[in-house]
């Protein structure tokens, strides 16, 4: 994931604060494989299986209610992303 310098310390403070967070992540990112090969997120998406989904809200936002689907996945370091 592409990181500014102000992105990169929140997401170090929050690893090593140990608070579970959700980045955002936008379609054509380019994502490490535990193989060392990368894909477009939206590839990865596309192998997901539906059940794996879940409909949650995130906030209510300028337009109302927010709902999003959410899926937990290994990340290449063994841990949840």
């Not at 592409?2 to 604060?17: D, F």
């Not at 959700?22 to 490490?32: G, H």
């Not at 794996?52 to 689907?69: H, M, V």
Request: overall charge positive; hydrophobic content about 35%.
């Amino acid at each position: 994931m592409r990181h500014t310098a102000p992105a990169a310390r929140c997401r170090a403070w929050l690893e090593g604060n140990r608070v579970r967070n959700v980045p955002a992540i936008p379609k054509d990112e380019a994502l490490p494989l535990p193989d060392g090969r990368t894909r477009q997120a939206r590839e990865l998406y596309a192998v997901v299986p539906v059940g794996a989904f879940e409909r949650r809200s995130c906030a209510d936002g300028a337009k109302g209610l927010r709902k999003y689907n959410w899926a937990a996945v290994h990340g290449p370091q063994g841990r949840d992303h």
